[in-house]
């Protein structure tokens, strides 16, 4: 059978100690303890390598005993520490995504997950993951209508939306646009609007993929609605609207708002991206789905997992008869979404702020204060550390250009590799030099998790202390470790 090892860590590092051993030990002991070694069935039986077989599994729980066994074989650990490092080896949960502290100052970071969900909309995850109501009338006991509450909650927060349909992200949202409304037929865009979204994912050619041919307008920099005006025929399946949601264009420009064009006679459909449902004060600039409905749209297309602050999904907002006709196609069933996210989507929907909406609007004077106390306890244990100013940025295809004003806990720069690799994973953005934890993502209740990492790597522990020979230092082993979470919010964003 295959052995998995266990990702990150090799069993010495559990142990806490470096992952090359110094000296092996003179071939006679060496002989002897390799006898001393535990047999895997007697591991197995160890209570708490049998709780965490319930827990993970007997085959990851297997591959952590060889792991530390074989370990031991090579002198690495003791015969006696094997029990330990094979718990040690084994990781939280039974997957291998890990929970991580997002102090990029990045609040939706692509490569992180992007929204975060509330409180509220985790424990709906909860109780939706067994058997639930999602199609069902639990009073008449006949079929109903898959996320009825999910989607009338959408509707009571997009009063302009005649009906609403959620699909598996806002890709697959234009992509049912895109096949129901033009296949065979020509979409009508800007060129300021053929935008690339991020990891090389272009939306011209998720357009061209359904069988619907794009028909480019304008420049790059202007184009004005008679320019739209002057292609529309009976080739025209629908007017495309698409939010520039990661790059803004400045100087002599000049666009067509979605007013402008809804005279046309054919449907105009506008990609808000972001899946702001309403304005923002903060984000004046970023487009929402009540105004551009009211605006004339005839359907609005979103993301859930960006401002809106949900799990991942696609909004379809818009008329009631075109929607519903976007529902009842084909392709609407490979595009649906699970009762998890139905009801992470509702929670967000109805539920308190979300952590996105939190970090947002927190305010500057507090995020300092929270960074002025967390340096004051982690210099009182000698380490170097300073609060300082911070520009975070929302990321994630959403409010391209706007900073908000922030703080963060500023470290020398090994700390960013060590924290990222800790028992609790700390993801910061390198900054002349410094590694830089930004506090506007993180959660308040998360400050006292985010110094125990700090002070883990101080202290050395499993994680390479900074200063340390062995610590990242410059050459392949710092490219390699590096993240694009490293790099300056402008690059990153996606
Ligand atoms: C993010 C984004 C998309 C893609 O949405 P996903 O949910 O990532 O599939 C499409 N259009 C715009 C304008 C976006 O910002």
Redesign the pocket.
Known sequence: MEQRPVPGRTAGEAAGRPAVPGNPPPRQDAADARRRIPRTDALMRDPRLSAAVDRLGAHRVKAAVRQAQEEARAGGIAPEQVPQTALDLLPGTASALRPVINATGVLLHTNLGRAPLSAAARQAVREAAGPTDVELDLTTGVRARRGRSTLAALHERVPAAGAAHVVN????A?VLAATALAAGKEIVVSRGEM?E?GDGFR?PDLLVSTGARLREVGTTNRTTAADYAAVIGPDTGFVLK??P??FRITGFTRSAETADLTGLGVPVVV????GLLAPHPALPEEPDADSQLRAGAALVTA?G??LLGGP?C?LLLGQEALVRALARHPLARALRVDKLTLAALEATLTGPPTPTAVALTEDPDRLRSRADRLAVALAAAGIDVRAVGSAATVGG??APGVTLPSAALSLPEPYAAALRTGRTPVVGRLEAGRCLLDLRAVPPEDDDRLAEAVRAVSAGGRDRPPGDEQAPRGGGERSAGRTTADRRPAERRA
């Open positions: 992200n806002g890709a697959a234009l935008v979204i939306l698409v939010h949601s990661n990609d808000i991206g972001s993301s997992d960006k991942q696609g295809g959403g």
